[in-house]
Every structure is written in structure tokens, then in C-alpha cells.
């Protein structure tokens, strides 16, 4: 088992920062990759980043491509999505998830323990 607690989430206008967090706990080893990923009120929830434990595997989605920044701190067991020139599109709530499975795996259904989930508003 891995649980996974995610930082607040918060306010921004449109062009500012935010950096989510994701600590891991448990058994920690058996995960491969940490993924973000997010969803919109009426919409389907959508991968939005990953990156392995290990080295060389870092993915993100085209909508955020060039404005989020994923990352993570091996000895703390910890992973960061930082966030810049934000949109209000990326409005959603963001879940982080740990997968076993997949070193860059984009599919929810690979991913075996989920954060609870944080709300990020961008207003204009």
C-alpha cells in the first residue's frame, strides 16, 4: 500500500504560479512513477504529467507542455507539479497517482493509488 496526501491547491489569476505536492508513504518501493493528473467540472479526468523514481522518463500532456514543470525528491518520497503561465482552463481539481506498472504510463487505469485530490482555480 502507498498513500499518497496532496498539498492545498489555491487561487490565481491568469498567468500566475502554483506548485502542487504530492508525499508518499507506505510502501513506497513498489511504485515506479508518480503521474498528475486533473479534472474539469463536467469533464473527463485527463493525464497531465509523470515521471519515473528512476532517471529518463519525464511526459506531459500538450496542453501543458512549456508551463508545468514535474518533478520529484527521492529522499523525501515527495512530488512537485509546478505550474506557471496559467490559464483559466486549467481549472480542475488534481490528483496525484503512484503506478507499479508503467514507467510513463498516461492511462488512469495503470496507476494503482491516488492522492485525494486538490481544487486549483485560475480566474481572468
Known amino acids: 500500500q502507498v498513500h499518497l496526501v496532496e498539498s492545498e491547491g489555491g487561487l490565481v489569476q491568469t498567468g500566475g504560479s502554483l506548485r502542487l505536492s504530492c508525499a508518499a508513504s507506505?510502501?513506497?518501493?513498489?511504485?515506479?512513477?508518480m503521474g498528475w493528473f486533473r479534472q474539469a467540472p463536467g469533464k473527463e479526468r485527463e493525464f497531465v504529467a509523470v515521471i519515473s523514481w528512476g532517471v529518463g522518463y519525464v511526459d506531459y500532456a500538450d496542453s501543458v507542455k512549456g508551463r508545468f514543470t514535474i518533478s520529484r525528491d527521492n529522499p523525501k518520497n515527495t512530488g512537485y507539479l509546478q505550474m506557471n503561465r496559467m490559464k483559466p482552463e486549467d481549472t480542475a481539481t488534481y490528483y496525484c497517482?503512484?503506478?507499479?506498472?508503467?514507467?510513463?504510463?498516461?492511462?488512469?487505469?495503470?496507476?494503482?493509488?491516488w492522492g485525494q485530490g486538490t481544487q486549483v482555480t485560475v480566474s481572468s
Open positions: 497517482a503512484a503506478t507499479r506498472r508503467s514507467l510513463n504510463s498516461q492511462t488512469i487505469a495503470d496507476y494503482d493509488y
Open positions: 507506505g510502501r513506497t518501493f513498489s511504485a515506479v512513477a
